[in-house]
């Protein structure tokens, strides 16, 4: 995470975002909600198609109709070229045709029916693109859209979430006026429909041929310091909605740290700031997150990052030899601090719920523990250097100490359900004596804090490594310790997966650097100087870099188009 103390580094010129203001800008769903109805009336401005509209509306998700007489073929300009779509496509096999276009009445037909777990996924293209949704045997009719489960994968529960790449990939065939949207899972379907509602937008529909597509990195994301810079309900699920139409799959939320607690918690209601999200209005977000296919991944940082906890319980603050107190850290070595915060953790487990044999992810934070950064911390806090060798033999060392404190929280996560754990790449440290436990997942930020060892070490000693690379992926408010705004281009022409610490990719042998070691990227903003920017210039200023996160997650290969002329895509979708 962002960091007061770190060293300064050579500044480079700053790129901060546009204002959102800005009378052009397209900023979010929120403000594309009117897309769609555009985008259906140009098409079928440009379509002149003949045949008898459905007896509901446009957009109805009820209807099941089943003509009596076939509909005429709808006629249109041919679409062109590739399709038109962030992040690009992995394969499109061109072929002799016209393409598909949204076209007056057109259907999108769904054969599992109603209550089948794609279902949702066919209705919400219905919305996104003005068409009706019918179910069950239907003869598939010029201009139809037909979504169709493969495989086994109707039989998973809807809306799980996947295991790996290979559970998120979908085709897309336009053929003869008719479009077919085959996956193994429902969340392929969903990328399935993200393509085809951006290809409307940028281009008016799908060229002629066959889309096959998978991602590159099963785990792209978005994290959002809502501790330090509250944010709205409503802010929240744009930025959701934003980062599911770009085939992003996680949303990590902070939403604890020196400034404030931003969760309601009836076990320590003292702790709460009074700018917070109720439960309901999280279990709203989670249900959200998780109906596009998205995992949210809680972060609760200890043992540092606390003040908002211990501003309420001074007396588990460490302290110093000679007193003094060190603001936001807890002292580990008091028997009281971790019945505190394993309270803290079990309550909130229990709030961001996972579907039983899902994946299940927890942050455990654990950097920039002040104790560490110091340069004689065995004298500076005594406390912690005898609770230590008490705990680990004569040779105990904080870094054992609190390499136990994390070892022990991630069993407190762990029995309420939680699989999936990470931490900060600042809290992992080399130890005869005690390890962070084996199923921990390196988050790796900086190069520059204490544990700062390099990411190739991480992955030679077996560790997954997600790619937090503060050089191009942290948008920190104010711009403080020279840090920059990072943008769109910069991550789009320079950065890769594999460049996890400074401007180079990891030094590592190929069969360490796959997707199942390195498993993707969340790209993170930071709310260090609050007021810097309102949300709305934040929404601005994340909107391209979140584009270039996805297509550089995605698709491992070197873009085809421009920065200008992704840049300009990125405006259509």
């Not at 062109?80 to 007056?104: E, N």
Request: aromatic content about 6%; charged content about 20%; proline content about 9%.
């Amino acid at each position: 995470m962002s960091n007061p103390m770190r060293p300064p580094r050579a500044p480079r010129p700053s790129a901060s975002p546009r204002p959102a203001t800005t009378p052009t800008r397209r900023t979010g769903p929120a403000a594309r909600s009117a897309l769609p109805a555009a985008a259906l009336a140009a098409a079928l401005l440009l379509a002149g198609c003949s045949g008898t509209a459905d007896t509901e509306p446009p957009g109805s998700t009820s209807a099941k109709v089943n003509p009596t007489s076939a509909r005429a073929t709808p006629t249109w300009a041919p679409v062109t070229g590739t399709p038109q779509v962030i992040p690009a496509v992995r394969d499109f096999r061109r072929a002799d045709g016209r393409g598909w276009r949204p076209s007056k009445g057109a259907r999108v037909v769904v054969p599992a029916g109603e209550k089948s777990n794609v279902a949702d996924e066919a209705q919400r293209m219905a919305r996104d693109l003005g068409l009706t949704v019918v179910y069950g045997d239907q003869t598939v009719q010029p201009g139809d859209i037909e979504v169709k489960i493969t495989g086994n994968g109707g039989a998973q529960g809807n809306n799980v979430p996947v295991q790996g790449a290979a559970d998120e990939a979908y085709t897309l065939t336009a053929d003869g006026t008719r479009l077919t949207l085959t996956a193994p899972t429902d969340a392929g379907i969903f990328y399935g429909t993200r393509t085809v509602k951006q290809a409307v937008h940028a281009a008016g529909g799908l060229p002629e041929g066959t889309i096959q597509d998978r991602p590159g990195r099963p785990q792209r994301g978005m994290s959002l310091d809502n501790a330090r810079k509250p944010y709205t309900q409503d802010w929240i699920e744009a930025r959701i909605r934003e980062i599911a139409d770009l085939k992003l799959n996680q949303f990590q939320l902070h939403f604890s740290d020196d400034q404030g607690f931003r969760i309601q918690s009836d076990t320590h209601p003292e702790i709460v700031s009074a700018d917070h999200l109720t439960k309901a209005q999280i279990r709203q977000i989670v249900a959200l997150a998780r109906s596009l296919h998205i995992s949210v991944v809680p972060e609760l940082d200890s043992p540092g990052h606390l003040g908002a906890v211990l501003k309420h319980y001074p007396d588990l603050l460490l302290r110093r030899a000679s007193g003094s107190v060190v603001p936001g850290s807890i002292d580990i070595s008091n028997p009281k601090a971790a019945p505190l915060i394993d309270s803290l953790l079990t309550e909130m487990s229990e709030l961001f719920t996972d579907p039983k044999g899902a994946p299940a992810y927890w942050h455990l934070g654990g950097d920039e523990y002040q104790a560490l950064l110091s340069s004689t911390p065995s004298t500076t806090y005594p406390q912690l250097t005898r609770a230590a060798r008490q705990k680990y033999g004569p040779n105990g060392t904080i870094e054992d100490l609190t390499t136990g404190w994390l070892n022990d929280r991630q069993k407190t996560v762990e029995a309420k359900g939680k699989n999936r754990i990470e931490a900060w790449n600042d809290g992992f440290f080399s130890s005869p004596r005690v390890s962070p436990d084996k199923n921990r997942m390196v988050d790796y930020w900086t190069g520059k804090e204490a544990g700062h060892r390099d990411p190739s070490s991480f992955l030679r000693e077996g560790r997954n490594v997600m790619n937090f690379n503060d050089e191009y992926l942290y948008y920190v408010l104010g711009e403080p310790n020279q840090f920059v705004y990072p943008t769109g281009q910069r991550i789009y022409e320079s950065w890769t997966p594999l460049v996890i610490r400074g401007t180079q990719p990891v030094s590592v042998p190929a069969n360490l650097t796959g997707p199942d070691r390195i498993p993707g990227a969340r790209f993170a903003i930071w709310s260090d100087r609050a007021q810097a920017q309102t949300q709305a210039q934040v929404a601005a200023g994340i909107r391209l870099p979140l584009a270039a996160l996805a297509q550089k997650t995605w698709d491992p290969r070197t873009p085809a188009l421009s920065w200008t002329g992704f840049k300009a895509l990125a405006d259509r979708v």
